[in-house]
């Protein structure tokens, strides 16, 4: 039902529907508030979306990966990147380990605005645990290599995201010098 509220736009409604379960003796779950912090940050309530989220441990609630993937994305939707960066600590800290969505939703916004230093740690942290940068991750990845020609860091960081990148990108160096 909230996603619906949500969906058709009925924001207050859907806030006013939270407030009648609490009246009710109803004890809203993760799930609940998953959505309604889901369906607020898809709106642009992104303030009323994370005073939500900032309740849960009052409520004897864990978020759960992706209500702090929302979060952080909507942390990166408003310009608050450094914010966003933070709560990835605090998930770790909460034994709550961030996904490669998560870690590709702060990459790309760190990307998006040339804070390649501050990506670069983060790409490397996320190929240590086994994950993957996702295809827009990547693009921007590559728009960044283009402007920065001679950037080892930036290639060693490629090449660990993605060695086949290196692989086809030095086989077709040397297939142009043969030609």
């Not at 509220?5 to 207050?12: Q, R, V, Y």
């Amino acid at each position: 039902m909230l996603d619906g509220l949500f969906k058709s736009g009925e924001i207050p409604q859907a806030l006013s529907f939270l407030h009648t379960m609490e009246d009710e003796g109803f004890i809203p779950d993760i799930v609940t508030y998953g959505t309604l912090i889901n369906g607020l940050c898809r709106d642009g309530e992104h303030e009323v979306a994370r005073d939500l989220f900032n309740e849960l441990p009052s409520k004897g609630l864990q978020p759960t990966i992706q209500i702090y993937t929302t979060i952080a994305g909507s942390l990166c939707q408003e310009g608050s990147v450094e914010e966003a960066k933070v709560l990835v600590v605090k998930m770790e800290e909460s034994g709550c380990p961030p996904n490669s969505c998560t870690y590709n939703v702060v990459i790309q916004s760190l990307l998006r605005i040339n804070e390649l230093s501050e990506a670069i740690p983060f790409l490397e942290e996320m190929c240590e645990r086994g994950l993957s940068a996702n295809v827009t991750t990547m693009s921007l990845l590559l728009d960044q290599m283009q402007g920065q020609h001679g950037n080892d860091m930036l290639m060693k960081t490629i090449q660990k995201v993605d060695p086949k990148y290196i692989q086809t990108r030095n086989s077709n160096a040397a297939q142009e010098l043969d030609d």
